[in-house]
Nanobody, 127 residues
Framework: QVQLVESGGGLVQPGGSLSLSCAVS????????MGWFRQPSGADREFVAG????????YYGDSVKGRFTISRDNTKNTAYLQMNGLTPDDTAVYYC????????????????????WGQGTQVTVSS
């Protein structure tokens, strides 16, 4: 059984930064494409960022391009989301997700693409 646990959420002022982590246990982390999604209160889940199994292919939702960076460390079974230039519109519950894939080019941007999910971590951007 694969388990994903997010951490690093919290309250931050506009313009600030936060770094989220997603620790993965279970089967080999290196076989998974990882993704981050977010869901504001009362809204649909939105794709934020994705990263291929080897870290060579990264892609982002339009609303976070140039501000957020996804990365992974396969030796630590962990994926990361560095968030800079945060605004109140970034307030949401952030989820990490995983899907078994060795594709280095396919972009997994839909929630239905992913098999495993974390429980989510709240990010609140407010002064």
């Amino acid at each position: 059984q694969v388990q994903l646990v997010e951490s690093g959420g919290g309250l931050v002022q506009p313009g600030g930064s936060l770094s989220l982590s997603c620790a993965v246990s279970g089967r080999a982390f290196g076989m998974y494409t990882m993704g981050w999604f977010r869901q504001p209160s009362g809204a649909d889940r939105e794709f934020v960022a994705g990263i291929s199994w080897n870290g060579r292919n990264t892609y982002y939702g339009d609303s976070v391009k140039g501000r957020f960076t996804i990365s992974r460390d396969n030796t630590k079974n962990t994926a990361y989301l560095q968030m800079n230039g945060l605004t109140p519109d970034d307030t949401a519950v952030y989820y990490c997700a995983a899907v078994g894939s060795y594709s280095g080019t396919y972009q997994y941007v839909k929630a239905d693409d992913y098999t495993f999910w974390g429980q989510g971590t709240q990010v609140t951007v407010s002064s």
